[in-house]
């Protein structure tokens, strides 16, 4: 009797996991053939939360400083040291502008990113653009925490504006642009902040199916 209801309750927790799993997959159905780009200051979270988000829908990562630094063979801040911002946005702007065949791909591009309304033009076209937004009180001290010297970050304007101003400078473009806006607070819970984009994302696609 032990072993028939020992098998009896494994079988309902096997069948509740399964439809969990096709629950999941239903779900996920819904991002099928799409990009998700995230935009916002430097120290935000890009990376992190883009990784996550791709872990968990099971897409491609793309990190676009990245991508520089590779093809460039040098640091971004050296970049900026070297050649200066507007050199800088040139490369990010070209090597976003080449993106080329892409599907199911979280892209991180850097905070700079808004300066360029080529590139902009180009990620609203083939993603959806989600502005992390975040205080300045917050990205002051996460930048800090990150990074004893802001002025090795490789952060564009920095040198000749102050992160406060290059805030102040940059948010009406994040809005600008914003397909999504997701809200960072204090307590930067990622599955929180993965949960709430995965819903707007979510939210954004039916209403857009059901205006057609």
Sequence with gaps: MENRNWA?????????????????KSRC????????????????????????LAKKLNYRFLDIDEIIEKRTKL?????????????????????ILELNKFNNYIISPGGSVVYSQRA?????????????DISFKLIKEYLLNLSK?????????????????????????????????????E???INTIIKN???KVLLS???NYSSK
């Design 205 to 207: 696609k039916r209403e």
């Design 197 to 199: 984009i995965y819903d």
């Design 29 to 52: 159905a819904h991002f099928i053939s799409m990009n998700i780009t995230l935009v916002g200051m430097p120290g935000v979270g890009k990376s992190i939360i883009g990784r996550e």
């Design 120 to 132: 902009m033009k180009f990620l609203k076209k083939k993603s959806i653009i989600i502005f992390l």
């Design 75 to 95: 640091k971004l801040q050296k970049i900026l040291d070297d050649f200066g911002d507007d050199k800088f946005l040139e490369i990010e702007e070209k090597t």
């Design 8 to 24: 009896c309750s494994s079988g309902v927790r096997a069948l509740r996991s399964h439809r969990r799993g096709l629950w999941f």
């Design 149 to 185: 010297s802001l002025s090795k970050r490789g952060i564009v304007g920095l040198k000749n504006k102050g992160l406060e101003t290059l805030f102040k400078e940059r948010l009406p473009l994040y809005k600008k642009y914003a397909d999504i806006t997701v809200k960072i607070t």
């Design 187 to 189: 307590d930067f819970n």
